[in-house]
Every structure is written in C-alpha cells, then in structure tokens.
C-alpha cells in the first residue's frame, strides 16, 4: 500500500515538475517577444550601432530566461539545477524557432549552439538561485 502511495507521489511530482518547466518556458517567450518588440520600437527611433543590437539580444534573452525560471519553479522546493537547465533549453528552442518564424529564416549554426549552452547555463544558475531563496525564506 506505502510503494503505491509513494509511486503515485512520484508521478505526481513528476508532472508538476514538468509543467513548471513548461511554464517557466512559456513566461521566457512572452517575456522575451514583449521585450524584443519594445526594443525595435526603440531602435526605430534611435540611432544605435551594430555592435550594441546583439548583446543587448544577449541581455533579454539572459533576464527572459531569470525571470522565466523564477517564475516557473515558483512553487518548486528542490531540482532548481535541473529544471532550470531545461527551462533555459526549452526557451532557447522555442525563441529560436519563433523568431526564425518571423525572420522567414531558419538557419542551424554555431550561433544555435552557443544560445543553447547560454540559456541552459543561465537557467541552470537562476534555478540553483530560486530555489534555495525560497527555502531560505521558509
């Protein structure tokens, strides 16, 4: 009866942290688009030079994928490491082939690789960070 009960625990857990990892995924987007707008809105109006656009590209995508993970392992006590590599990877992934859906351009390159790595490393970090704040503070 307890392996049963401990069994079902652990699907249930599973698919909570699954959703998380969904959901701080699906926050990292909206952030994300919301942002680049906001972005090209202002470069509409001001004269910035080349070299800024990508790493203020890198920036968004960095705060896209903090806030994404604090936001999606809101309720999560332990895996922050885990869950943040994939929310992180997951967003990379999915921007990547939103934008390129946008640009009319889907290019698979070192750039690809290295927004892969970005992401997972930050959202690993942000993970590692949330999770133990909110344990903390408990």
Known sequence: MKIKAK???GQKGAKSVCFSILRGSAY???ISLVSILVFAFCLKFTP???NLITPINQVIKGISVFLGV????KKQKEMGLASGLLIGCVYTIIAFFAFSALN???VFDRTFVNDIIFGSIIGGICGIICVNIK???K
Do not use: D, I, Q, Y
């Open 48 to 50: 910035l030079s080349e």
């Open 7 to 9: 069994k079902m625990e």
């Open 70 to 73: 604090f936001l999606g392992l």
């Open 28 to 30: 990292a987007v909206c």
């Open 135 to 137: 344990k903390n503070t």
């Open 104 to 106: 009319h351009s889907f």
